[in-house]
T-cell receptor, first 111, second 115 residues
Framework: QKEVEQDPGPLSVPEGAIVSLNCTYS??????FMWYRQYSRKGPELLMY????GNKEDGRFTAQVDKSSKYISLFIRDSQPSDSATYLC???????????FGAGTQVVVTP | DAGVIQSPRHEVTEMGQEVTLRCKPI?????LFWYRQTMMRGLELLIY????????DSGMPEDRFSAKMPNASFSTLKIQPSEPRDSAVYFC?????????????FGQGTRLTVV
């Protein structure tokens, strides 16, 4: 079993819809949770960062962490074609160190 | 800052040849990471450095892989001899120390094809 599980998709949604992404993990020691966005043939870039449980909102993006269920989510409101990318969850145990990535979910937003 | 710079962007080589990938991290960053990305295995950490010292190389697949960081502004990942299963996109990333809410910044990657 992988430490971090993420459905690879693809997930296709119409423009304007809400995109819902999630990851589950097995190690309760993870404390820092991130979401990265990766466009085709580019490196990943950090979207959201959350410490421990709770919600965080940044513009159209909302990240949620439920440590009791070992489950994290990313929501994208009012999705745009420019949101079409692969979204990777990542997590680590301490404030710095090795990041464990999920497999990434490919999202396609159709006009 | 120009960001993390990797070279070459693309590399095609024959099996058995030596391959060297290069990375220039963002100035002032204390951490440097080498990742490999494939469809089958996703994004895997190979090795990371702190202040030029290798901290964790447990992700390095085998002895054919080696990484060095001779100074704060340069790192190499070498594969010798290369094999077709090494074909992947290799990313270098760097990050500052001690900041809870900042993260690693990735380069554009080197797409390696071993034929």
């Amino acid at each position: 079993q992988k430490e971090v599980e993420q459905d690879p998709g693809p997930l296709s949604v119409p423009e304007g819809a809400i995109v819902s992404l999630n990851c589950t993990y097995s190690n309760s020691a993870f404390q820092y949770f991130m979401w990265y966005r990766q466009y085709s043939r580019k490196g990943p870039e950090l979207l959201m960062y959350t410490y421990s449980s709770g919600n965080k909102e940044d513009g159209r993006f909302t990240a949620q962490v439920d440590k009791s269920s070992k489950y994290i989510s990313l929501f994208i409101r009012d999705s745009q074609p420019s949101d079409s990318a692969t979204y990777l969850c990542a997590m680590r145990f301490w404030s710095w160190g090795k990041l464990q990535f999920g497999a990434g979910t490919q999202v396609v937003v159709t006009p | 800052d120009a960001g993390v710079i990797q070279s070459p962007r693309h590399e095609v080589t024959e099996m058995g040849q030596e391959v060297t990938l290069r990375c220039k991290p963002i100035s002032g960053h204390d951490y440097l990471f080498w990742y490999r990305q494939t469809m089958m295995r996703g994004l895997e950490l190979l090795i990371y450095f702190n202040n030029n010292v290798p901290i964790d190389d447990s992700g390095m697949p085998e002895d054919r892989f080696s990484a060095k960081m001779p100074n704060a502004s340069f790192s190499t990942l070498k594969i010798q001899p290369s094999e077709p299963r090494d074909s992947a996109v290799y990313f270098c990333a760097s990050g500052p120390w001690g900041e809870k809410n900042t993260e690693a910044f990735f380069g554009q990657g080197t797409r390696l094809t071993v034929v």
